[in-house]
């Protein structure tokens, strides 16, 4: 069992994620507590008015919103009715089953998962005080349902050993298929919280393998000052297709300013990751020089994708290394030597360039045969 817990500003906002998956047929509604009606006979507008009815009490308080995700690991099978039981009891033990809150269970990923929408904002006017004791209160108490319930030990998706269930791991954005924003959110929610990256180049990098990308928006054409971030999907070409998303829009808020202090985490590149690495391309190598396919394919089975960055006309401008392994970003600027842009360019050129005289040897001869 693992609990994820988010503090929003909009409860119209949450409140509508959950609705929306509701009318689509892919999470229902099964408990309503300290409501004046059951789950099945509350409209989306009564939700709505339960809980904007204590947030008018304390309108000076921008995070009134709980928002949170319980989920389950593969392999468990249970109703509706032993959700329900989860759902009070771990709200009872975080002292939160006095406040109004809704439980819905969505059937829309590979394990079973449900998410719990409550307030912060208490019938007197105030606001409760939980912020980070809440998630370690929340960790303690999860452990403690595993166990009551005889529950299969489930953590945050990414960091569970390697034999587990591949049904939680995100997978490519396609363009067209119904509930892009859903997958968008999958993704982002596993690179940002499972990789290492020191700036948005590097984060676009490991994006790019699910054909997503983060663009900071800015305020004035000078560039001088960032206004927001905003997530497109991606074409195989790595073409922006399809409407983007606000970073807000999401439930864990992914903002230029979460960001940017997650690229403050990794600013240095660890030696004993850089040597493993660099023999790594070294090895793809093998001594000579290859072309740009070849070398990706065979770095790809190191689990090393090289992702190429150009500029407009086509030119290369830099290379990252996405080690999915380890969960690491490499700027080839920063690693330098043999390894930069430049570098890999020329080997990669030297082959290439020796393939098309090569090529142009041989139509060369058959024009000679056919004269002949």
């Known amino acids: 069992m693992f609990a994820r ?23 229902e509604c099964i408990l309503a507590e300290n409501f004046m009606k059951d789950p099945e006979l509350l409209n989306r507008q009564d939700k709505l008015y339960r809980f904007q009815r204590l947030h008018v009490l304390n309108e000076k308080t921008k995070a009134n919103t709980l928002h949170i995700s319980l989920s389950f690991h593969p392999t468990e099978r249970f109703g509706n009715d032993q959700m329900k039981e989860l759902a009070r009891q771990y709200m009872e033990k975080l002292h939160l089953d006095r406040q109004p809150y809704l ?14 929408v409550s307030t912060l904002i208490q019938p007197d006017g105030n606001r409760l005080k939980l912020d980070q004791i809440l998630r370690y209160q929340s960790l303690r108490i999860t452990k403690e349902l595993e166990e ?13 050993p390697a034999q587990k269930l591949n049904q939680t791991l995100p997978r490519k954005v396609i363009y067209g298929e119904p509930g892009r924003k859903e997958a968008v959110e999958r993704v982002l929610d596993h690179v940002l919280n499972q990789y290492k990256y020191s700036s948005m180049a590097e984060l676009n990098a490991v994006l790019r393998l699910y054909n997503v990308k983060a663009k900071i928006v800015w305020e004035d054409p000078s560039l001088s000052k960032a206004r ?3 997530y497109h999907t991606l ?12 970073s807000s829009s999401f439930p864990s808020k992914p903002t230029l300013g979460k960001l940017e202090q997650k690229f403050a985490l990794h600013p240095f590149l660890q030696q004993e990751e850089l040597k493993k690495l660099t023999l790594s391309i070294d090895w793809a190598f093998a001594g000579k020089s290859i072309e740009w396919d070849t070398l990706r394919k065979n ?16 030119n290369w401008r830099n290379i990252y290394y996405v080690d999915v392994a380890n969960r690491r970003v490499y700027d080839g600027e920063k690693i330098g030597g043999r390894y930069n842009c430049p570098s890999i360019q ?7 360039g020796l393939r098309l005289e090569q090529s142009l040897q041989l139509k060369n001869q058959q024009k000679l045969k056919f004269h002949l």
């Open 5 to 27: 817990v988010n503090y929003n500003r909009s409860i119209r906002h949450t409140l509508g994620y959950n609705e929306q998956k509701l009318r689509q047929g892919k999470a």
């Open 103 to 116: 439980a819905y269970r969505h059937n829309d990923t590979g394990h079973p998962h449900m998410h719990i």
């Open 148 to 160: 009551r319930f005889s529950l299969v030990r489930f953590y945050q998706p990414g960091s569970l």
């Open 228 to 230: 927001g971030l905003m």
């Open 235 to 246: 074409d195989e070409k790595g073409h922006l297709v399809g409407l983007s998303f606000k």
């Open 299 to 314: 770095l790809q089975k190191e689990k090393i994708h090289p992702i190429l960055e150009k500029d407009r006309a086509g």
């Open 346 to 352: 020329a080997r990669c050129a030297r082959e290439e």
